[in-house]
């Protein structure tokens, strides 16, 4: 029996935006994976300033809802405790799900910086990597958090960098003002 493919695409998702939907449909039309769980972390291991956890945990909520229970968003950083590292995230998905196959998706920006995270070498080879590429050359929405939350804070637009559900989230809780 061939093992279910699930992609795992955790972050801090502050705030998720078009870029972080578009990975998932992109790794979902490519058929790299069968299922995307977005894992937002509860503690940032750099401890970056983020808003509270049950803020981001209900905006990826919303932000992927539109695509249908192939994705699905997972409070599991929260309930393990602690600081959030990627691969204690996956050796816990591992253990409890042997019968599924795990790989991690990483914006290309990412994967740049992954050298700098807790314990880079075992993460390497506790599973495959999915690097979607960014800029123009890609398929996926060239956003990041840092432009959205400044744009924010700046009373930019923002409707073409964060789904509209979500921006009325952020508006309603009066996030990132």
Not at 18 to 47: N, S
């Amino acid at each position: 029996m061939t093992k279910k493919r699930i992609g795992i695409f955790g972050g801090s998702f502050n705030p998720p935006h078009i870029g972080h939907a578009g990975v998932c449909e992109t790794v979902l039309k490519q058929k790299m994976a069968d299922e995307v769980w977005v894992i937002p972390c509860y503690r940032h291991p750099f401890e970056k300033k983020l808003v509270p956890f049950e803020h981001r945990l209900k905006m990826c909520r919303l932000a992927f809802e539109d695509l249908g229970g192939r994705v699905q968003v997972l409070d599991l950083e929260k309930n393990m405790g602690g600081k959030s590292f990627t691969l204690r995230t996956v050796e816990y998905l591992k253990k409890k799900h042997p019968e599924s196959e795990f790989l991690l998706i990483l914006g290309e920006d990412a994967a740049k910086e992954a050298k700098t995270w807790y314990r880079y070498d075992d993460l390497r080879k506790a599973l495959s990597w999915l690097v979607i590429p960014r800029g123009p050359q890609s398929m996926v929405p060239n956003v990041s958090a840092t432009e959205t939350r400044e744009a924010l804070q700046n009373k930019g637009s923002i409707e073409t960098l964060i789904p509209k559900n979500v921006i009325e989230y952020i508006h309603d809780n009066h996030l990132y003002s």
